[in-house]
C-alpha cells in the first residue's frame, strides 16, 4: 500500500520560505514521477513543480526561479523547497507519485497516489 504524508506546512511572512517534505512508502518505483500540487480556496488544483524518477524537473511558471524541487531516494522522501513566497502561495499542498516518464510532469492524470496534504498560509 502506497502512503504519503505531508510535513512541514504553516503560516509565514511575505518573503519568507518554507520547506515542505513528503515521506513515501510502499512506492517502490523508482522511475515513477513524483510532484507538488496545490490548490487554493475556490480554484482548482494546479501542478506546481514535478520531477522524473531520473531528476529531470518541471516548474508552473508561477513558482520558477523560487520553488526548488528535490527528492532522497534513500530517505524515500520528497521536498519542495519554497523562497519569496508570496500571498498567492496560499494553498493546501499535495505531494503526489506517478508513472514513469519525462513529459507533462505538472499532468495531474498522470499520478496515481496523493497524500492528505499540507496548509500553506503567506500573510501580508
Known amino acids: 500500500q502506497v502512503q504519503l504524508v505531508e510535513s512541514g506546512g504553516g503560516s509565514v511572512q511575505v518573503g519568507g520560505s518554507l520547506r515542505l517534505s513528503c515521506a513515501t512508502s510502499?512506492?517502490?518505483?523508482?522511475?515513477?514521477?513524483m510532484a507538488w500540487f496545490r490548490q487554493a480556496p475556490g480554484k482548482e488544483r494546479e501542478g506546481v513543480a514535478g520531477v522524473s524518477g531520473g531528476g529531470s524537473t518541471s516548474y508552473s511558471d508561477s513558482v520558477k526561479g523560487r520553488f526548488s524541487i528535490s527528492k532522497d531516494n534513500n530517505k524515500s522522501t520528497l521536498y519542495l523547497q519554497m523562497n519569496s513566497l508570496k500571498p498567492e502561495d496560499t494553498a493546501t499542498y499535495y505531494c503526489?507519485?506517478?508513472?514513469?516518464?519525462?513529459?507533462?510532469?505538472?499532468?495531474?492524470?498522470?499520478?496515481?497516489?496523493w497524500g492528505q496534504g499540507t496548509q500553506v498560509t503567506v500573510a501580508s
Open positions: 510502499g512506492f517502490s518505483d523508482r522511475r515513477g514521477r
Open positions: 503526489a507519485a506517478g508513472k514513469p516518464g519525462l513529459w507533462n510532469l505538472l499532468r495531474e492524470s498522470d499520478y496515481s497516489y
